[in-house]
């Protein structure tokens, strides 16, 4: 679905009638009853979301043609979803999503239960290597209609969920990895499975980690792109719950301009890698628990402790530049630097084939539910 040369649309119209192509052929699709062809599928994986394109939901002269196009294509369902999602459905360039999964690799990952939350259109399953997706049961959830419907008909033997993550019951201690770009957003989760992680009153991309923590069976790996907030805000709620179950093998801070190319934005995100813990097992990893003052050019910032005893774990060049959130943030230049060897570069960092073989359950009926689980067309 998403080959080697795979190029997102470049500029705001261009994104704009990318995904209403893709929009249109997937209603022309519905309404046949059938699934996409690999023809079809190579439209509509232009579908790059509509983060960072504001315009299109604004009546304008500019936009007034794209704008009326728009609201008469779409449900107000769809249109209400589309237009609230501008701020942060963002996608990520298949480059980085290969990079990941080449870290995996190094890390023992050779294929079997993959959970991706949040999944967007499910770049992360189509970026998959060929053999890690022959030899796994992929799972993906998506609370947007849209970008579901578009999923299911791109990847047709993956088990898409419409839903909400925090209303979806999934396995606990089941998946062998954990892989995507987590949502961001200021909003606290209720989670009706799992009241104590209610109570920690997260925030959405913060409760993504957490839940999923739980959800990788004891060995398993987490690998999610997230706001460098996650590791440098002072409030360590989240980092202090996780340390409890997982340990971080590493962290990496990407360049502020990483995703432009295809989610259009400028903001400075890390790939961060957890291990789930056995039961009893004593913890280990990298220390990330703290975030300690930095001085940066004449200011001084909160950086995690973890990027300040590896400095070599952040691709570019600490700044400040006005963001499109606030002035004088704490950012990454890009240097220039070739982004796909200085990846693989700073996965090798981290631990390698820590990621063992599942164990079998002993019992039979441990065993039947596990198989049964994996032979169903969807987890519920």
């Known amino acids: 679905i998403l080959p080697d040369t795979y190029s997102p649309p470049s500029g705001q119209k261009t994104k704009f009638k990318a ?3 893709a929009i249109k052929l997937l209603k022309s699709i519905e309404a ?15 579908y790059t979301g509509w983060g960072g394109l504001p315009q299109a939901f604004q009546y304008s002269h500019n936009w007034q043609q794209e704008y009326e196009h728009l ?55 189509g970026a998959m290597p060929t053999e ?3 030899h796994s049961q992929r799972t993906a959830v998506e609370k947007d209609s849209l970008s579901a419907r578009l999923a299911k008909q791109l990847y047709q033997k ?3 969920i419409e839903n909400e993550y925090q209303k979806v019951t999934l396995p606990e201690n089941f998946f062998d990895v954990a892989v995507g770009n987590v949502p961001f957003a200021d909003v606290k989760v209720f989670d009706p499975h799992n009241k104590d992680l209610s109570k920690l009153n997260l925030s959405l991309h913060d409760y993504y980690f957490a839940k ?30 996780i340390a409890n179950q997982a340990d971080l093998l590493g962290a990496i801070r990407l360049p502020n301009t990483q995703f432009k ?14 291990q789930r813990r056995a039961d009893g097992q004593a913890a280990g990893g990298q220390s990330w628990a703290k975030a300690e003052k930095h001085q940066v050019g004449e200011q001084e910032v909160m950086l995690n402790e973890y990027f300040i005893e590896h400095p ?30 200085a990846l693989d570069q700073a996965f090798k960092r981290m631990p390698e084939k820590v990621l063992r073989p599942r164990e079998r359950p002993q019992s039979t009926t441990q065993r039947g539910l596990l198989e049964a689980l994996e032979a169903t067309d969807e987890v519920k």
């Open 19 to 21: 995904n209403v192509d």
């Open 32 to 46: 046949e009853g059938r699934v996409a062809t690999p023809s079809e599928q190579a439209v509509l994986a232009q």
């Open 71 to 125: 609201r008469a294509l779409l449900t107000d369902e769809e249109y209400a979803a589309a237009r609230a999602s501008t701020p942060n459905a963002h996608y990520t360039d298949p480059a980085t999503i290969r990079a990941i999964y080449r870290g995996l690799q190094h890390m023992g990952f050779k294929g079997g239960r993959l959970l991706e939350p949040g999944a967007g259109v499910g770049h992360f399953l």
């Open 132 to 134: 890690l997706a022959a």
């Open 158 to 160: 993956a088990n898409v």
């Open 212 to 241: 999923a923590v739980s959800q990788v069976r004891p060995g398993g790996i987490v690998a999610f792109i997230t706001s460098r907030y996650t590791m440098d805000k002072v409030n360590g709620k989240l980092r202090d719950y």
């Open 261 to 274: 190319d295809i989610a259009n934005t400028d903001v400075t995100t890390d790939i961060i890698v957890l």
């Open 312 to 341: 070599e774990q952040i691709m570019g060049k600490l700044s400040l530049q006005d963001s499109m959130y606030r002035d004088k943030e704490m950012t990454v230049e890009n240097d220039g630097r070739d982004m796909g060897p």
